[in-house]
């Protein structure tokens, strides 16, 4: 019995000894890093924190709220209140407001809905904190005008087909059809008919602003009309670049002559043979 009670002694003794020096050892070890873990949570809750309220000051602040767009034309074309109307309309749309705020703002959604608009050839919209937007436009230009269902549209050299204001001074297209606006035609007509208008733009002459007119109705025969004198002037359909302009510096020297001679101007000139053919008036 005493010799059990001994041996509970010296194990007893011996726990009491790990515990002093592993022990405590184990216990602090714990504590720290219960420490360290207690620090990371709060240091992540501090951080979510401020990232809700920074989120809070970016996208609710009046500091960014963007009163009005830089807006700046590239090209002649579209004027800057129509850009401003579609951007006020866009932001009421989608935000209830015409004061979006910078970070809200959905760019490409803005571009879309400006490249909506058929005389809109290119967008580009940059941010300039803390509360402006930069918006860069290039319009289309028109090559010619092109009459549709009884209205006038422009038309550039991608053969699409846009609406504008700024076709006064040039040819217009007749005899197309139905098209649609904004996309682009692959008419063989109208492609044939952007060659003439800008072979005779080469020209040194000033042929291009006598031309009053571009009939395509009859695909074999695009026919022009002259401003002065009111000259039909058949030019054929199919055109070989090379040879159509020879027809119209030939056509030009043709039309020199008759103005220099104070004559009355032809009735019309034949372009589609070998021999050119012109018809004096009666």
């Not at 058949?234 to 055109?239: I, K, R, V």
Request: hydrophobic share 40%.
């Amino acid at each position: 019995m005493r010799r059990q009670k001994r041996l509970a002694q010296q194990l007893s003794e011996r726990k009491n000894k790990w515990r002093s020096k592993k022990g405590r050892k184990r216990l602090i070890k714990g504590y720290i890093e219960r420490a360290v873990k207690l620090f990371i949570l709060m240091v992540l809750l501090g951080g979510i924190f401020g990232v809700i309220k920074l989120k809070y000051f970016l996208t609710d602040s009046p500091y960014f709220r963007v009163e009005k767009p830089i807006i700046i034309l590239e090209s002649k074309g579209i004027k800057k209140k129509e850009v401003e109307r579609i951007f006020k309309e866009f932001c009421l749309k989608n935000y209830s407001c015409v004061e979006p705020n910078i970070f809200k703002l959905n760019y490409t959604d803005l571009k879309n809905t400006l490249l909506k608009n058929s005389e809109i050839e290119k967008i580009s919209i940059q941010r300039k904190f803390p509360n402006d937007i930069l918006i860069k436009v290039k319009s289309r230009q028109a090559e010619a005008g092109i009459l549709i269902n009884s209205r006038k549209f422009g038309i550039d050299n991608k053969l699409v087909v846009f609406k504008t204001e700024n076709i006064e001074d040039l040819p217009v297209i007749t005899g197309v059809g139905t098209l649609k606006i904004g996309n682009q035609t692959e008419d063989i007509r109208l492609k044939d008919a952007l060659l003439l208008i800008s072979t005779i733009k080469k020209g040194e002459s000033e042929l291009f602003s006598n031309i009053s007119n571009i009939d395509i109705s009859n695909p074999y025969d695009i026919l022009m009309m002259t401003k002065i004198g009111a000259v039909k002037i058949h030019c054929g359909s199919q055109f070989v670049p090379e040879r159509l302009s020879e027809r119209i510096k030939e056509l030009e020297t043709i039309l020199k002559y008759y103005q220099q001679q104070m004559q009355n101007m032809p009735e019309y000139i034949d372009l589609r043979f070998d021999n050119i053919i012109v018809k004096d008036r009666e």
